[in-house]
């Protein structure tokens, strides 16, 4: 069982930056790969970026690709996402979960994910 705490969403201009940060709390976090999704009101969530246990794979969806970063402290049990030249259409809120399955390919759908936290809201002002 794990239990996952996003913080660090808000408020942020375009061509702004926000870094979000997810807490993992239970047992084997470093054994989990790690995922962010994002889902806009009327939206099906969306797959943002993935990272694997020794943080030595990741993968981006191609919205994202060249301005965020996914990141993961396995000694603090944390996963970040760094949003850098953030825009409108960024605007949602933006979930960590986190993937069991011990396969070597990284999640990218919903369904592939054991855990998730709560969300926190990310809104790109224009």
């Known amino acids: 069982q794990v239990q996952l705490v996003e913080s660090g969403g808000g408020l942020v201009q375009a061509g702004g930056s926000l870094r979000l940060s997810c807490a993992a709390s239970?047992?084997?976090?470093?054994?989990?790969?790690m995922g962010w999704f994002r889902q806009a009101p009327g939206k099906e969530r969306e797959f943002v970026a993935a990272?694997?246990?020794?943080?030595?794979?990741?993968d981006y969806g191609d919205s994202v690709k060249g301005r965020f970063i996914i990141s993961r402290d396995n000694a603090k049990n944390t996963v970040d996402l760094q949003m850098n030249s953030l825009e409108p259409e960024d605007t949602a809120v933006y979930y960590c979960?986190?993937?069991?399955?011990?396969?070597?390919?990284?999640?990218?759908?919903?369904?592939?994910?054991?855990?998730w936290g709560q969300g926190t809201q990310v809104t790109v002002s224009s």
């Open positions: 990272i694997d246990w020794s943080a030595g794979r990741r």
């Open positions: 979960a986190a993937d069991g399955r011990k396969v070597w390919a990284l999640g990218h759908v919903h369904s592939d994910y054991d855990y």
């Open positions: 239970g047992r084997a976090f470093s054994s989990y790969a």
